[in-house]
């Protein structure tokens, strides 16, 4: 590697990657996430973890993960389909059908998270990525998938209009990357006295930042390296001693700060290797990701005490079919409403039927509404929810 200049890129400094940090400067955010995640779990431990409320709760969680993981990247997947992919992958019944490359992605996700005692290998990555391409194809176009990356062509990170392109960043050359990533493997499969018992979430947010900097494949390096980001909390000590891992997903929060976390990626990648900014931002992040797994916890149960208090109410399918979409969609997810023409287009029921359906519901305490007339919508009735009137004239 040319280093006779100075460095634009980390990987260009000849003491890469010797990361360094500044712990004190760390340590109250570092005290922060750990707080942080002892308030999930007494959230946890209060609430029993019914099995019923669990599998809800794990279902909810993992379909937002690998929403947000896919949406990041510009992917947006067909929600019924990852919510079918989750729940077979759960073991719940009533699992629909979903595209393989959905199939795909939840099985990483899912290995990143559970296959914990098992050293990560290339073989595996080269497995994962292989399982986000079925076909080979990112787009239109034809990828290399299964193996890093050997195209002679620099890897490059670029936004903007053909011939008015940005170039955010440039990885090593494809000649580099097998031993680069021999030696990221190496790192991350240490054990803790090899490492100096680095803390758990400053492991996650170091072992990202690396595998993000070699860009080993082709294509889908940011969904790997969330997968990476899973694996590495999952394997905390105090994480995988309560069983929580699955409740401290990441993806959603840096879908939300989508533009703020490739800004923090990019500084950290053509900065110094001193990366506590970058260490600093990424505990911030698991600190809002656990207070939204807080959220989701009490989303699930306030969808389970619905079907709790409607365990004897006589709804036919379609109203069922209706209800969950709207319990599905969360407080204030379904914008406008519900009214008899999407009741309609949901179940394929006749406007008429329709009508009838969503009378019914109301009558039997499942649904609000509001407005008169063709105008009226209808909203869930479940306690806390709002109601959102977007679209309503």
């Avoid at 990202?208 to 590495?232: K, M, Q, V």
């Avoid at 879908?255 to 990626?265: I, N, V």
């Avoid at 992040?285 to 389970?304: H, N, P, V, Y």
Wanted: aromatic share 8%.
């Amino acid at each position: 590697m040319n280093t006779a200049q100075k460095p634009r890129y980390t990987w260009q400094n000849p003491e890469w990657p010797r990361y360094h940090y500044d712990v004190q400067a760390l340590a109250t955010s570092l005290a922060q996430a750990r707080h942080k995640l002892e308030q999930l779990e007494i959230k946890l431990r209060a609430i029993g973890l019914v099995q019923g409320d669990a599998d809800a709760m794990a279902r909810d969680i993992w379909v937002q993960e690998a929403l947000a993981t896919a949406a990041i990247e510009g992917q947006q997947l067909d929600t019924d389909q990852v919510r079918s992919s989750v729940m077979r992958k759960l073991g719940l019944a009533n699992a629909g059908i979903s595209a393989r490359h959905i199939d795909g992605l939840v099985e990483v996700m899912f290995d990143a998270s559970h296959d914990l005692d098992t050293q990560l290998h290339a073989e595996q990555l080269c497995r994962w990525q292989a399982a986000l391409f079925p076909h080979g194809i990112s787009g239109m176009q034809r990828i290399q998938t299964g193996q890093f990356r050997s195209f002679e062509d620099a890897m490059q990170i670029v936004s903007g209009k053909i011939g008015k392109e940005i170039v955010h960043y440039r990885a090593p050359d494809s000649a580099h990357v097998a031993a680069l990533m021999d030696n990221f493997l190496a790192w991350f499969n240490a054990p803790p006295e090899q490492t100096h018992h680095i803390d758990g979430i400053l492991r996650a947010a170091i072992a990202h930042l690396w595998f993000e900097t070699i860009h080993p494949f082709e294509d889908g390096n940011g969904r790997l390296g969330r997968a990476i980001i899973d694996r590495a909390l999952a394997q905390d000590s105090h994480i995988r001693s309560l069983g929580i891992a699955g409740f401290t997903a990441m993806s959603r929060t840096l879908l939300h700060q989508r533009k703020a976390y490739y800004d923090a990626l990019n500084a950290a990648q053509t900065g110094g290797l001193d990366i506590t900014p970058w260490v600093e931002w990424f505990l911030q992040q698991f600190i809002a990701a656990c207070a939204g797994s807080e959220d989701t916890i009490q989303q699930a149960l306030r969808k389970s005490q619905f079907w709790i208090k409607h365990a004897h109410s006589n709804f036919n399918p379609r109203q069922r079919k209706t209800l969950q979409k709207l319990l599905d969609a969360g407080d204030g997810g379904f914008a406008g409403g519900m009214s008899a023409e999407k009741h309609s287009k949901i179940t394929g029921a006749s406007k008429a039927t329709a009508t009838r359906d969503l009378s019914d519901l109301l009558r039997q305490g499942a649904l609000l509404s509001y407005g008169v007339g063709k105008a009226t919508k209808y909203a869930i009735d479940v306690e806390g929810w709002h109601l959102d009137l977007r679209g309503v004239g």
